[in-house]
């Protein structure tokens, strides 16, 4: 099965009414996301260096700070999504500037699902070729929010 382009699936999510505008911007809740994925995100990286954890659930950690980020950015805009899929579609459509990878995000849900939900597995190697671009997307989308928060 072939996998739907960005433009695809943000149009679906339009038509099926799954990006829903807000009336404002929530600066409490986007503040509360941001320092928790910050404080997640530093967790995640103090508990790493036992090197006990899976990376199982280092993918499923670091998809959940983006998936808050991303809320965050979405918020900003006075939208929500009810779907991670419609989530990532909009970030990707609406922020080019931003210069994601809507593959990636693509993957890593893809991948996060079959761990949630299939019990799967992914591999050190695997792990390793995320973990960069988890990375640079999760400081690209933490100083987007910060310098949005500024200004507002």
Not at 45 to 58: I, Q
Not at 93 to 104: A, M, R
Request: glycine content about 2%; some cysteine; overall charge positive.
């Amino acid at each position: 099965m072939r996998e739907k382009t960005l433009e695809e699936t943000y149009d679906k999510c339009i038509a099926e009414g799954s990006i829903i505008p807000l009336l404002k911007i929530d600066h409490e809740k986007i503040r509360f996301l941001l320092k928790k994925s910050l404080e997640d995100l530093e967790s995640i990286k103090e508990a790493s260096k036992s090197k006990k954890l899976s990376y199982d659930f280092l993918l499923k950690a670091h998809y959940e700070t983006m998936h808050f980020l991303a809320s965050c950015v979405l918020l900003l805009n006075k939208v929500k999504s009810l779907n991670h899929e419609c989530l990532f579609a909009y970030l990707c459509t609406k922020h080019p500037e931003l210069d994601l990878d809507w593959g990636f995000f693509q993957k890593i849900r893809t991948k996060r699902n079959g761990i949630t939900y299939y019990f799967e597995s992914i591999a050190k190697e695997e792990w390793k070729q995320l973990e960069l671009q988890f990375s640079v997307y999760i400081k690209t989308m933490e100083n987007h929010i910060k310098s949005k928060l500024e200004i507002l």
